[in-house]
């Protein structure tokens, strides 16, 4: 063997012997994601002739619908989320001003979050809204299993006229921050 | 010393670490034949040590490396965590092959021909990064409005079988040598899920605020050997092992391989291995999703005569347009091919070797050249380029030193050796001497090494 192939003998060899993952540290291995899921929720639109009887000829003041709100069944959700935001935009081309009122209700019904109540002006086109809801403040809302949204003209002396199309536009995102 | 030297190479080679294509083309040891059915042998007989007589692991990560996350340094380790999530992308991965040849057994038919056969079994894993879907689960859609998350990026394929083998190498004439080999493939376990398509999306829009998309959706995920004929999960680690031979799922594959002397000094080989399929009939358990769906949320819709349940509608009509199944149909699986070439020159000082049959072989001392090495994998082809130099000790210890270039890394130095103990015939090879000695900032570490008895 020359002393060429010797020492290149010698060096793998070391190589090997010495092999080493000493500078690895798998004692801090905590992971924590942060997610922030966020998916759209209620929306519509609704004419003047939403608002108008036309068997009784009379303005309807306030109209409801409501919908199962299914998110926090998922026990996974439940018990990772720590914060929910609800987003609102509102565009009003009717000459009313009017308020909507959203309210969360649990299975049976009982009232687990009433979102404070916004008035929409006349016209205004760009309104927009919103409302965080801390869990730990708030864990009843995680019983939450219906929504109601409640839509209802203010009093004016301006009435709802069918024949002209006019519209109120609701739009509407849930946003869960987890923390998995 | 110098025997104390050698030998601590050789300890050392022999049994750490090394890859497979070091063996190719290099050494005349049996283990060439796995790799070149047209490799040329110069012995009368070879019987592999059971369970020793070929062992290879091989282990990559493109992208990051242990370092990159588990460094011991002052960050958090989701600091290092998300660093490593930016850095990758959608083509990084990581493969995983060990092969153990539990027979291998070989004999002359005559001065022309030599037969080969054998069983071994063999795990192979390769898994892309799905960048797309680890940053959705990780940050969520909300920093990511209007971006396309794909699904093409879900790729994944898992094989443990057992290969059951018989090979020919045949002598044409003084330049030219071809071999061929036969494989019965015995699929105990296979997870795949390759060729996914489609798009998430969460985009701003005219009716909501936001828009959540499923374009063309369409994925899958097939398995095979991993639940019982009760749909229960296999559980049993001899289960498993029991099925790699001639079990349940079988399969047929061929390889190929040359091997031709231009001149006395300038060799070329190639193979091509694994040209086969296996068929999943039995134990299957499918996965499928396909549609289009798009959510702009709850249209309520206010009218009193007609009161919508609008959180089912939406349920309803999910499950209408986005189906998905969980089947037990047959499946054929492809194994990842691999071309295998090398340009050797030879050089140096003449030896002559006695063979089976008496004659008289010259061979040279040196040899450089190169030699490629593909794996036909779902997204690309895994390609290594490595140049080499083989150099003789003496007639019976033979050495091989190599530079790789591949997706792991431009500077894979690797060393392999092969030597002839009395009728022991031992070979082993590293891949990546660098990355040893700190594996945390390698990508790739790689070993094989085989003992056989070779009668001359």
Known sequence: MNIYIKNVVTIFSLCFLISCTDNLNFDDINLNADPILTAPL????????????STTDTEIPMITDTSDFKVFKSSAIRNDVFKVVFDFEIENRFDRSFEINIVFFDGNDNITRTIPSFTIGSQDLNYVASDSIEISSLPLFLSSRKVRVEVKLDPSSSQIDPNIYQIIKFKSTTTLHLSL | MNKLVLILFLISVVSLKSQQKLAFSFGESPQTLLLNPGAETNFRSHYGIPM???????????GFNLNDLFSNDSRAF???FEEVLNKINSTDYMSFNTKIDILNVGFRLNKKTYLSFGFYEELDFIGYAPKDFIE???????????RSFSLSQVSLKGDFLGVLHAGISKKINEKLNVGARVKIYSSSINIESLNNSGTFSSSTSNENIIRQSLNNLNGQVRTSGIVDSDDEFIDS?????????????????LDFGLTYHFTSQLEFTASLLDIGFIRHSKNTKNFNIDGNYVLDGLNFEYDASSLSNYWQQVEQDFRDRVITEETQEAYTSWRPMKINAALKYSFGEKRDKTCYSKTHKQYYYNAIGFQ??????PIKPQFSFTSFY???????????????????????????????LGKLSVFGGLDNLLGVADVSTANSIAFNFGFNIVID
């Open chain 1, 42 to 53: 209620i929306y519509f639109e609704l004419n003047q002739d939403d608002f108008y009887n």
């Open chain 2, 136 to 146: 959705l689960f990780y940050y969520g859609n909300e920093p990511f409005l209007n």
């Open chain 2, 237 to 253: 680690p001899g289960e498993y092992f029991s099925k790699t031979f001639l079990g349940s799922n079988m399969g047929l594959g």
């Open chain 2, 78 to 80: 989701k600091t290092r």
């Open chain 2, 372 to 377: 490629i090495h593909n794996i036909m994998r």
């Open chain 2, 390 to 420: 083989e150099a003789s000790l003496s007639k019976k210890i033979h050495t091989k030193f190599t530079h790789t270039i591949n997706d792991y890394s431009s500077i894979i130095f690797g060393a392999a050796t092969s030597l002839q």
């Open chain 2, 52 to 62: 020793l007589s070929d062992f290879s692991f091989d282990i990559g990560l493109t």
